[in-house]
């Protein structure tokens, strides 16, 4: 009965996209043990399949490609947790201030939060290499800047929701102050939305720096997942895992960050899941 219980209560997604999220940070955090050498120094013979002391193989050059991998879950949850806590502060600022105070406040914020929604942000990705050169931290602050009106909706939906309910109405009748009601009492109720939201930008932002590492425009200076899938190109016929093992890291890891996501709003609103079912 009780494993019954727990299985209703925690949805599926939640389960299986933590362990895949676990494993892609413990890959990460222990990957310089794992694989101490440099990941762009050659350890052995290029094109050595896997097997042996090398268990995916070598690339055209000679370097580890498990080594490549396990570094290169750093850099990607690096631009991925970075810039989906930024965009997470910045929008739910914006989205909170929209939905709590209304007015002409509403009014700008929104219009700043369509303008900044609507801009093509690959090809602005693309701009910015293009100016400044491929780097990490232009590429994170980029994603950032923005991915933040999607939370900023949707935490003014929430707050809307919210700011009329009764223990809201009942500190404003006893003088507390309006900021002070949106920070202690109107914010925690939004938490839900934010952290569902902040999940599901992880597995987009690490996406995009891959796609662009891909296309030759990423930082040149730090392996990546989409650094390796740039390089293995010319050799998909004969030298199959140099694609296979770090396309595999970030399609699980991205599953593995919407399921996160997908479970957590389940476990938050058991209602939709049950609408969804």
Request: glycine residues 12%; aromatic residues 8%.
């Amino acid at each position: 009965m009780k494993a019954h219980r727990a299985r209703a209560i925690l949805p599926a997604g939640l389960g299986v996209g933590g362990i895949l999220v676990l494993v892609v940070v413990l890959a990460a955090v222990a990957g310089p043990r794992l694989a101490p050498a440099d990941p762009f120094g050659v350890s052995a013979l290029p094109f050595q399949a896997p097997g042996g002391s090398h268990p995916f193989g070598t690339d055209d050059l000679g370097r580890d490609t498990l080594g490549g991998v396990l570094h290169g879950a750093r850099v990607s949850l690096l631009v991925g947790v970075a810039a989906a806590a930024v965009a997470a502060l910045v929008g739910t600022a914006v989205g909170a201030s929209a939905g709590f105070y209304g007015g002409w406040t509403d009014d700008v914020l929104m219009r700043l939060t369509e303008l900044v929604q609507v801009t093509p942000r690959f090809f602005l990705a693309v701009v910015v290499a293009a100016l400044f050169g491929p780097s990490i931290a232009w590429l994170t602050l980029l994603l950032a800047l923005t991915f933040w009106p999607a939370t900023a909706r949707l935490v003014r939906a929430q707050v809307l929701s919210l700011r009329h309910r009764d223990y809201v109405v009942a500190a404003r009748a006893v003088g507390v102050r309006e900021a002070s009601i949106l920070r202690r009492h109107v914010l925690p109720g939004a938490l839900g939305v934010i952290v569902v939201s902040a999940a599901l930008q992880v597995g987009s932002a690490i996406l995009v720096e891959a796609r662009l590492s891909f296309l030759g425009l990423g930082d040149r200076s730090v392996i990546s997942w989409g650094y390796m899938l740039n390089d293995a190109q010319p050799f998909l016929r004969s030298a199959w895992w140099m694609s296979v093992f770090p396309g595999a890291a970030l399609a699980l890891t991205v599953l593995g960050t919407n399921l996160l996501a997908d479970g957590m709003y389940d476990a938050w609103d058991p209602a939709a899941r049950g609408e969804r079912r």
